[in-house]
Antibody
Framework: EEKLLESGGGLVQPGGSLRLSCAAS????????MNWVRQAPGKGLEWVSL????????YYADSVKGRFTISRDNSKNTLYLQMNSLRAEDTAVYYC?????????????????WGQGTMVSVSS | QSVLTQPPSASGTPGQRVTISCSGS????????VKWYQQLPGTAPKLLIY???QRPSGVPDRFSGSKSGTSASLAISGLQSEDEADYYC???????????FGGGTKVTVL
């Protein structure tokens, strides 16, 4: 069974830093792009960042560009999100999501596996 | 205000058909495939539709997706109580170079 398990969330002061991790299992992690998606309390989903399978290409939402860094360690089947200069508006549940629903050998750019999420609260 | 526009709410009685719209532009829906995600209360989102109108295995055929130009829609036929959830459309945006989610539509079964 394909699974994702996030960790690293918590309470941090404005301006602080936090590093989220997402451990993958049940699939060949190194062959899929991975994403971070967040959801502020009572709000909708907001895409945060994408990293391609090799880690060579990364993309960010404008709201986090320059403050957040996505990375991956394919030898450890783990995705990361380094969050710096945190703001109150970064408070949210952060989900990692595998991008790549595969059927009949064709890989589609859909988020087919999601973790349970980890809560990040930014407050003084 | 999301770049992908969805109605905030939709409702129907059991057995009815409910349709949710998702309006975008040429840089997103107009040139990329649309996905739909279902988020039941207190849970992580789940892939419902990929490639505009394809259902992953295990998704009931009551759910169907379509796309025309810069708009897409999700239809739920034979509405059931377990369909009460938030539904999000999503696609890539070529101008923003990132993924966009719609604002979400809360479906209520009356």
């Amino acid at each position: 069974e394909e699974k994702l398990l996030e960790s690293g969330g918590g309470l941090v002061q404005p301006g602080g830093s936090l590093r989220l991790s997402c451990a993958a299992s049940g699939f060949t992690f190194s062959t899929y792009a991975m994403n971070w998606v967040r959801q502020a309390p009572g709000k909708g989903l907001e895409w945060v960042s994408l990293i391609r399978s090799s880690g060579g290409s990364t993309y960010y939402a404008d709201s986090v560009k320059g403050r957040f860094t996505i990375s991956r360690d394919n030898s450890k089947n783990t995705l990361y999100l380094q969050m710096n200069s945190l703001r109150a508006e970064d408070t949210a549940v952060y989900y990692c999501a595998k991008e790549g629903y595969t059927i009949f050998g064709v890989v589609y750019d859909a988020f087919d596996v999601w973790g349970q999420g980890t809560m990040v609260s930014v407050s003084s | 205000q999301s770049v992908l526009t969805q109605p905030p709410s939709a409702s129907g009685t059991p057995g009815q058909r409910v349709t949710i719209s998702c309006s975008g532009s040429s840089s997103n829906i107009g040139s990329n495939t649309v996905k739909w995600y279902q988020q039941l209360p207190g849970t992580a989102p789940k892939l419902l539709i990929y490639s505009n109108n394809q259902r992953p295995s295990g998704v009931p055929d009551r759910f169907s997706g379509s796309k025309s130009g810069t708009s897409a829609s999700l239809a739920i036929s034979g509405l059931q109580s377990e369909d009460e959830a938030d539904y999000y459309c999503a696609t890539w945006d070529d101008s923003l170079n990132g993924v966009l989610f719609g604002g979400g539509t809360k479906v209520t079964v009356l």
